[in-house]
């Protein structure tokens, strides 16, 4: 069970998009089972949709560089930094928004896919996600729900040749960034053997579906505040 708070009587949901195949993206379709049925049991949400490949993403350059440093340091920042800065502050700020934030991501070469991890690599900042004191680091995102959705074209199950204790460098990578910035409510659907042929696919995509539909219903009773009627 988790709690938000909802400050305006909607649920604000984060849909970060990790696959560049549109409709075909398996995690996609799960993604959009959950979203649905949101729906269908009467939860007022609002969906953010933010698309690494079709979103235009700030590149982390020599300003943006030069303002994390200034940054540490507590040196004034130049108008270039400045508005390199600012672009990424505005890029976190959509986290921040958010009460669920929706992850739908393909496994490529045992990772993520990179547009992803420009993503990530552009918003976790000191004082934008995170902080650190003499305790360790803090994670700012806390009181928020993460639910990942990853698909995989093989088995990583214990005993195969592709363990998930040595491959998984995509799921293990993702739990780790989400403690890291202070979410530790987490929900992962795994769709596994999409390359195995029609049929183990067509399996595989099913119980995905399954498992975002009881996600949605986790969503709904899992709200501090009744969701329906909002």
């Known amino acids: 069970m988790w709690s938000v708070q909802i400050t305006d009587q909607m649920l604000n949901i984060l849909h970060?998009?990790?696959s560049p195949r549109n409709e075909r993206s398996v995690s996609g379709q799960v993604?959009?089972?959950?979203?649905a049925e949101l729906k269908k049991i009467n939860v007022k949400s609002r969906v953010d949709t933010l698309d690494v490949w079709k979103d235009e993403l700030p590149e982390f350059n020599e300003h943006a560089l030069n303002a994390k440093y200034a940054g540490l340091q507590g040196l004034e920042?130049?108008?270039e930094q400045t508005v390199a800065w600012n672009s990424i502050r505005q890029l976190a700020g959509r986290f921040f928004q958010a009460d669920v934030i929706l992850f739908s991501v393909p496994m490529w070469n045992f990772g993520i896919p990179y547009k992803l991890k420009q993503l990530i690599d552009l918003i976790s900042q000191k004082d934008v996600l995170f902080t650190f004191d003499e305790r360790g680091f803090i994670g700012k995102l806390n009181h928020k729900k993460a639910i990942l959705i990853s698909a995989r074209g093989?088995?990583?199950?214990t005993g195969?040749?592709?363990?998930?204790?040595e491959f998984d460098f995509q799921n293990s990578y993702m739990l780790m960034w989400f403690k890291f910035i202070?979410?530790?409510?987490?929900t992962i659907i795994k769709i596994e053997q999409t390359l195995f042929g029609n049929e183990a696919a067509k399996n595989a995509l099913a119980v995905?579906?399954?498992a975002a539909i009881t996600a949605a219903a986790e969503t709904s009773s899992g709200i501090n505040n009744p969701l329906s009627p909002i």
């Open 160 to 165: 195969t040749d592709t363990p998930e204790s």
């Open 182 to 186: 202070g979410i530790t409510d987490t």
């Open 31 to 35: 993604a959009q089972t959950y979203l």
């Open 77 to 79: 920042l130049s108008d």
């Open 208 to 210: 995905g579906l399954a």
């Open 16 to 18: 970060i998009i990790g």
């Open 154 to 157: 093989i088995n990583y199950a």
